[in-house]
């Protein structure tokens, strides 16, 4: 079951919220090179599965394992919001989460490749939700990590955003990243799709 | 140690870029100590026998009242759910945090108390130690006060929970602080009270940040 491409293993995993199973019994394997697309109606618990794969969320049975102890240092989270302060502009938004993150690369190309050139000192307050997202998103274009753990990419973007994060994506998967991400939104073939639904959780793809 | 120094920048600049959250503490402190001679009587004895506690009460609540929005505006952002699935150990971003916090909120307390001290007519002898005490005192109660603005932060209104849960902890420090400025206004030896002020301070600088971080978990359903 487990080799060396193997990222992520989900065993039994099971998760109630509020008295409500969001789902349970979910085991899966997900390798390198895969994307995950994760659907889902309004509160079937995607946004939860995923702080729970990345360890915000604590209350869940079942086990999830890692490929390595040290994973943080290869995961990109990008979480519901886009992690970006209003008090900072695009640019030392970017940077700080860089530093936090260890992640290398150069910041000002990043956020030109999302469509940010010319806004990277205008304080973020002053964007719009699309573009605060592209610059949570720019770190997609930074050094590239193993695993990439996507809450709702697309929301916001435009369609020219959405179809350049496609490819994004898909380079990534290409180059060896496991891509996990929520959304209705799907990358293109080959895509693994997981559905929750009704406190079930199956892998349709 | 450079994810340390880029958080402290960070956390300075964002703080500076949001001058309310730098003067609302400093406003706080200097109108209610300059509304107490005129609520009591501007009797010079009077007013040096309630000066240290005054200074005290108001300076504690004034760093109380700054913590509650500590972290709430990163949690609404998204920026704690990065920072706690960060490769580095939270207590790095979270230390970076509080320094700057008290550096831009408590360090001006500190420096404008002796101008306080001198018009609630305390000895101009006990000023120093105003200063030294609220040196040494601040940023434990910045400190501790994080904790539970850590514990609140997921709350909508916490406020009056953060006060519940910190207050309490706040009074060792309060008794030591304003106690050391008492002793000073009596011309006695305030080392050994400022020792034990030093002493509250380690202890929560060493374990305070360890706290915080595990609050910050807690409240994001850990």
Redesign the interface.
């Known amino acids: 079951m487990s080799d060396s491409s193997t990222r992520l293993e989900l065993v039994q995993l099971g998760c109630e919220r509020d008295d409500r199973m969001l789902f349970s019994g979910l085991s899966l394997t997900a390798r390198a090179g895969e994307i995950w697309q994760i659907t889902g109606a309004n509160g079937a618990g995607k946004t939860t599965l995923l702080?729970i794969l990345?360890?915000?969320?604590?209350?869940f049975e079942g086990e999830r394992r890692w490929w390595q102890p040290?994973w943080?240092?290869d995961?990109l989270?990008l979480?519901?919001?886009?992690?970006?302060?209003?008090?900072?502009n695009p640019l030392?938004n970017l940077?700080?989460?860089c530093?936090?993150?260890?992640q290398a690369g150069d910041p000002m190309a990043a956020l030109a490749a999302v469509g940010l050139r010319g806004f990277e000192d205008v304080?973020a307050a002053h964007l719009s939700a699309g573009q605060k997202r592209r610059v949570?998103l720019a770190r997609l274009w930074l050094q590239r990590k193993a695993v990439w753990v996507l809450d709702e990419p697309y929301t916001a973007i435009d369609q020219d955003g959405v179809a350049q994060l496609d490819a994004q994506m898909q380079q990534a998967a290409e180059a060896g990243s496991l891509v996990i991400y929520t959304s209705h939104h799907r990358v293109g073939d080959g895509v693994q799709r997981l559905h929750l639904e009704n406190g079930r959780a199956e892998v349709v793809s | 140690m450079?994810?340390f120094r880029?958080?402290l920048g960070?956390e300075l600049?964002?703080l500076w870029?949001?001058p309310a959250e730098i003067i609302n503490p400093l406003f706080f402190f200097v109108m209610v100590i300059s509304l107490f001679p005129l609520a009591i009587s501007p009797k010079p004895e009077l007013l040096a026998t309630v000066a240290p506690g005054v200074l005290w009460v108001a300076a504690l609540l004034a760093v109380m009242l700054s913590l509650d929005g500590l972290f709430r505006?990163?949690q609404?952002?998204?920026?704690l759910?990065?920072?706690?699935?960060?490769?580095?150990i939270p207590v790095v971003?979270v230390l970076a945090k509080l320094l700057a916090h008290w550096l831009l909120t408590g360090l001006p307390l500190v420096l404008i108390s002796p101008l306080l001290g001198h018009m609630l007519q305390l000895p101009d002898g006990a000023l120093g130690t105003v200063m030294l005490s609220l040196l040494l005192g601040t940023p434990a109660l910045t400190i501790v006060g994080a904790i539970g603005a850590a514990l609140t932060v997921g709350l909508n209104r916490g406020g009056i929970l953060l006060a519940v849960l910190v207050l309490p902890l706040y009074i060792p420090v309060l008794i030591f602080g304003a106690g050391a400025v008492s002793a000073a206004a009596g011309g006695a030896n305030v080392g050994g009270i400022l020792a034990i002020l030093g002493a509250l301070l380690a202890l929560t600088i060493s374990l305070g940040p360890l706290a915080v971080s595990a609050g910050l978990k807690i409240s994001?359903?850990?």
């Open positions: 702080r990345v360890g915000l969320h604590g209350f040290q943080q240092q995961l989270y979480g519901h919001q886009p992690g970006v302060r209003e008090e900072l030392e940077r700080y989460a530093a936090l993150n260890h304080p949570a | 450079n994810t880029a958080a960070r600049l964002v870029r949001s505006r990163d609404e952002s998204g920026v759910d990065m920072l706690l699935t960060a490769p580095v971003p994001s359903g850990n």
